[in-house]
């Protein structure tokens, strides 16, 4: 079973920094192959697609709502992409998962908000920025 497992969610207090793996487990499931996204989802809220990187890792993109302050990057090593939050907010407060797009090109990315198009999603870390 092809699965994508999230980790690294908490609580934190404004300012702070959260490092968040999205894993890839399962009979021939490479993350090289594919283009990931993060998105994120608070209550009340919609989901908003928060950053992705590219099959080759050369590109990424980032929401205005965290450039600067997020980074995405691939451990292919260890089969993850990593999402560096750094000076967290009260308003980054939601449920983060990745999921992969295997219909871009290897050396682009966008952050096609279609949920269709994204055939593995994980169940999701909790963030939580509060004093």
């Known amino acids: 079973q092809l699965q994508l497992v999230e980790s690294g969610g908490g609580l934190v207090q404004p300012g702070g920094s959260l490092r968040l793996s999205c894993a890839a487990s399962g009979f021939a499931f490479t993350l090289d192959y594919y283009t990931v996204v993060w998105f994120r989802q608070a209550p009340g809220k919609e989901r908003e697609g928060v950053s992705c990187?590219?099959?080759?890792?050369?590109?990424?993109t980032y929401a205005d709502s965290v450039k600067g302050r997020f980074t995405i990057s691939r451990d292919n090593a260890k089969n993850t992409v990593i999402l560096e939050m750094n000076n967290l907010k009260p308003e980054d407060t939601a449920i983060y998962y990745c999921a992969v797009d295997g219909g871009q090109s290897p050396t682009t990315c966008t952050i096609i908000p279609h949920q269709w198009r994204y055939t593995i999603r994980g169940q999701g870390t909790q963030v939580s920025v509060s004093s």
């Open positions: 990187i590219s099959q080759s890792g050369s590109a990424t």
